[in-house]
């Protein structure tokens, strides 16, 4: 385990939770260690704060990024989440330092119409670096969910929402928030469709040990977002569409996308278009490309795969 030191601005809640050593097992992040790991002349990470509770790290860094607080590189973790939220305002709630919840601030200069890949990149950023960190072997539910295979069972680890915010020099940034369930026990699990790491099978303490956890992730995300700045966020060229089509679970099962309104396109999942849409082939093999933005709930349709999470779980 890394040596410790408590997490950093406390705030003036008396919940018992909040003493960094209530659970032995699960102990604070070391932010000096995470620091000194990090942030180093030319990295993409230029600043990491740790939190012992917060409402919403996407919230408090759109908010500092919107008033000039927070710079690009700017990373923000919590040991704990009291209004967590996922795409459309969907609840995630975790028991404290129970896992990674994090955000960071990016501004890729690549065209707009590209920024659509970055929840899609960090998914398969996470997806490395926990199969290197913790052992465990997760899949990508497009378009922001993170699998664990339990028996005939898919339960989701964790969740990525990103969200644009405009600074006030006038830079368009993107908040990219990741939660992930790390050492999550069977008892506290908020449905039973959700997983961790943990009851994966992560290798031993050290694969639950969030300190090289989230260094892993965050090292794994700062060298996918260059090589994918690198090339005008070409997802070809970064060979960022292959690495996900060959990580996405969606792939290749029978879907439902419920869509506002109450309209919804069922078909078979068969690509992932170069502006980051799935693609749905439906009745006579006609293709329709569906975007995150506009996808209330993705469900398996009848005759599709069974064991998938439901679209509303905690962190989507």
């Known amino acids: 385990m890394t040596p410790r030191e408590p997490s950093e601005n406390p705030d003036s809640s008396d919940d018992s939770s909040d003493n960094p050593w209530s659970d032995l097992d699960r102990p604070p992040l070391n932010a000096a260690a995470l620091r000194r790991a990090l942030l180093r002349p030319g990295a993409l990470w230029t600043s990491v704060e740790v939190v012992t509770r917060t409402g919403s790290t996407n919230t408090d860094l759109a908010a500092r990024a919107a ?8 990373v923000l973790v919590a040991e704990a989440q009291t209004a967590g939220r996922g795409r459309l305002e969907r609840a995630w709630t975790a028991p404290p330092r129970s896992g990674l919840f994090f955000s960071v601030l990016l501004t890729p200069d690549v065209p707009a119409g590209r920024w659509g890949w970055l929840p899609l990149l960090a998914g ?31 339960r989701k680890i964790g969740g990525i929402l990103a969200e644009r915010v405009a600074t006030p020099d006038g830079t368009a940034a993107v908040v990219l928030g990741l939660g992930i369930n790390v050492s999550l026990r069977a008892d506290e699990l908020p449905v039973p469709t959700a997983g961790s790491l943990a009851l994966a099978g992560a290798r031993g303490a050290a694969g639950t040990d969030r300190d090289p956890l989230l260094r ?21 060229a970064s060979r960022l569409r292959q690495a996900y089509t060959a990580g996405c679970a969606t792939l290749g099962r029978r879907v439902r996308a419920l869509l506002p309104g109450g309209a919804e396109a069922v078909g078979e999942a068969v690509a992932v278009d170069g502006a980051g849409r799935l693609v749905l082939a439906g009745p006579e093999g006609v293709q329709r490309p569906v975007d995150a933005g506009d996808i209330v709930h993705l469900r398996p349709a009848s005759g599709g795969a069974p064991g998938g999470p439901p679209e509303g779980s905690p962190g989507e």
Do not use: F, H, M, Q
């Open 67 to 74: 008033r000039g607080a927070a710079g690009r590189g700017a």
């Open 124 to 154: 398969i950023a996470t997806t490395e670096a926990l199969a290197r960190t913790a052992g465990v072997d997760t899949a990508l539910k497009w378009p922001n969910d993170l699998l664990v295979r339990d028996g005939d069972t898919e």
């Open 216 to 236: 892993a992730v965050l090292r794994s995300l700062e060298d996918w977002y260059g090589r994918w700045c690198e090339v005008d966020g070409d997802p070809e």
